[in-house]
């Protein structure tokens, strides 16, 4: 076919290589006629991430990001920016940057004036799913395996609230959390990637991240896996928890546990599979918690 005509490739190489060279030249020279053309094509020249692991290098030197920090950021100002001991390129995949920046995995990066690159195109969950790194740095999502952010100086505003004493008996509130939820879950472990919420899920290192996986539910493709609920071991509510634990409260267990969980779903976006089971089940804990009598 026509397409796989040794000479069509090689027009095809020449021209891809002379577009990107001027595309390098614009966005140096002309920073706001290039904003332009990212704005209507962005979506177009990341999809070459994916498909043209020969290009990549050069395409994510184009590529303008929205974070944390800001709209238009390319990785070289992310990298020049680096805090103390930063090793990788964090980002969070969702449906909209709005929802990103309030989801709590972003707490702990925060906390450290760490950058987050927000990953809102449909493409951005196909070539980040691929191993890719930029100047040996390598991308990590935050939604994806366990981070530890330990070596991350935190910012003198918030380094009091993150030494919180938190639950004293770590492993039997997890142990309780992992029984109460069951197969819902794969694993249940203490978070550190929260500062302010009690909890959240994320995929397994080895996993799809969940974006992905919730595109590919959406097109009745692909298999969904069970994930890890991480808790913030320092929140008051895993605090009550834990007190239900030592207590023996089986009930205020099971309802905490499924409680954590189902919270950490809406956050990121999932309807809970029994709406009707968790709005009386918060009811519930309110009503012991007001002290009501039924």
Not at 53 to 76: M, N
Not at 109 to 128: K, M, N, Q
Not at 237 to 256: N, W
């Amino acid at each position: 076919m026509l397409q796989n005509n040794p000479q069509v490739a090689q027009i095809r190489k020449a021209v891809t290589s002379r577009v990107i060279s001027e595309l390098e030249s614009l966005a140096e020279k002309d920073a706001e006629t290039f904003g332009k053309i990212w704005s209507a094509f962005g979506p177009i020249i990341k999809e070459g991430l994916y498909e043209d692991p020969e290009k990549r290098d050069s395409l994510l030197s184009l590529v303008r990001f929205t974070t944390t920090v800001g709209t238009g950021r390319t990785l070289k100002q992310y990298v020049a920016d680096l805090k103390p001991n930063q090793t990788e390129i964090y980002y969070l995949l969702g449906e909209s940057t709005d929802r990103l920046k309030s989801n709590p995995k972003l707490e702990a990066a925060r906390a450290r004036g760490i950058e987050v690159l927000l990953l809102s195109d449909p493409i951005d969950a196909l070539w980040s799913s691929i191993p890719i790194d930029f100047g040996g740095k390598p991308f990590k999502s935050l939604s994806k395996g366990e981070v530890d952010f330990g070596l991350v100086p935190l910012l003198d505003s918030t380094a009091r609230d993150e030494a919180k004493v938190g639950v004293t008996d770590e492993a039997a509130v997890l142990a309780a959390v992992r029984t109460a939820l069951g197969e819902r879950v794969s694993d249940v472990r203490a978070s550190q990637r929260l500062a302010d919420s009690p909890a959240c899920l994320v995929a397994a290192k080895h996993a799809p991240d969940l974006e992905i996986e919730r595109l590919l539910a959406s097109q009745n493709r692909g298999v969904r896996t069970k994930p890890i609920l991480e808790l913030n071991m320092r929140h008051a509510l895993v605090s009550a928890l834990a007190e239900a634990q030592k207590d023996a409260r089986e009930s205020d267990v099971s309802d905490l546990s499924s409680l954590l969980f189902e919270q950490a779903q809406i956050l990121d976006g999932v309807v809970p599979d029994d709406p009707a089971a968790f709005a009386a089940r918060l009811n519930r804990l309110v009503v012991r918690g007001l002290g009501v009598r039924s």
